[in-house]
């Protein structure tokens, strides 16, 4: 096993730790946070790797050091232009911009690692990763020089990789694992085994020196309640719960964040989840089992993703591509007032758009650039909102755009 380093433990504590016996311990401070052990009574004892790394006083530390910025301003980034020529220029848009942050892909969308982890990494024997990037750590150290704000990006329940080589992980239809139009599986959000796989790659994520772990993906196919009842698949532990067939896809999809979250806690990330813009509309998008607000309420950061292209005839507007200003607007109203509601919302930092939707046909889209760009993060800023990310498929984002208009 690999050795961990772990701080906040002073070396007065360590001795006195080592020496204990019969005494009661106070794992952490926040003891209504606290894991079920914190006043366990140990006899004998030891320092060690899964004490701390379940102790809420100990985190894990990278080696690496980031701070939050004032505000996140971000872009995407593929395991490709990661790893290729391509990241030089995206560290110097950043560099010579109020841009501060990359959503680097991790876990990318057909379930593969973009990087091939080392021997003895409890990842490496899942045979799943890519040499996208060749070295993930000199990336993150570069961005460490540059004061670059790193988030992994790691895509969950979309998962042909995992689906096809375990179905039983996924949803079977006759006699093969059960496919979308596009060619794609998802593996099951009802089982913990799927919550697990993926919590551990997160935590690898994490020790490597990522300050976030973006989650996307975290919602069932889409439609998925058209095919439920055809569809072979277990319900793991929610097979006997009294919940309606929506609601149950609402539970699994929750608990999966809320663990997750937990298990993220000793490693010192901020956890942030995409979701589908419109769920913040909705009571919960029922096929999918994404509610907005219980999402939020187990989340750091909650990354809607509203780019105007992708709605239909929505908040009054006819052809959303056509008004940037507008639907961005509109939808940062219904969310303030839903994130309002909660005791501790999130962070909001909305996914916009900075690519051009063609395929939705002449008259109704615009060809993006630095005006749509701006008119999206100002609409943003206009209702309080002052943390965005930015996505373009290819990492081709657009020149001279002022990414703090007033």
Known sequence: MATMKWTKLTITSALMLSTLASTTVMAAEDKEAAPDFTTRTYHSLEVNEEILATSQLFKYDSGLTFEYPDAVRGIFVTGHSAGGERFEK????????????????????????TYKPEEGSPLAKLGIGQPFIKDPRAVLERMEEKKIYPIARVVVFKDSELANAKP??????????????RGESFVNPFLKEVWDYNVQIAIEAAKLGFKEIQFDYVRFPEGFEKR?????????EYADSDLDPVQRRVEAVTDFVAYAREQLKPYDVEVSVDIFGYSATLPEAPGIGQNFSRIS???????????????????????????????????????????????????SRPWLQDFTASYLGAGNYLNYGKAEVE?????????????????????SYSPGVDYTPE
Request: glycine fraction near 8%; proline fraction near 4%.
């Open 297 to 347: 309420e187990n989340v750091d950061v909650i990354s809607s993703m509203i780019y105007p292209s992708h709605w239909t005839s929505y908040f009054g507007i006819a052809k959303p591509d056509l008004e940037p200003y507008k639907l961005v607007s509109e939808y940062a109203k219904v969310e303030n007032k839903k994130l309002g509601e909660l005791k501790d919302p999130p962070v």
């Open 375 to 395: 008119a999206q993060i100002r609409a943003l800023h206009d209702n309080g909102i002052d943390e965005y990310l930015l996505w373009n498929a290819g990492n």
């Open 228 to 236: 439920a009842d055809t569809l072979q698949y277990s319900m793991g």
């Open 168 to 181: 039983e992980l996924s949803f079977v239809e006759g006699n093969g694992v059960w496919k979308n139009g």
């Open 90 to 113: 995206l560290v110097d848009l950043i560099d010579t911009t109020d841009l501060n942050a990359m959503v680097i892909d991790f876990k990318e969308d057909m379930g593969y690692l």
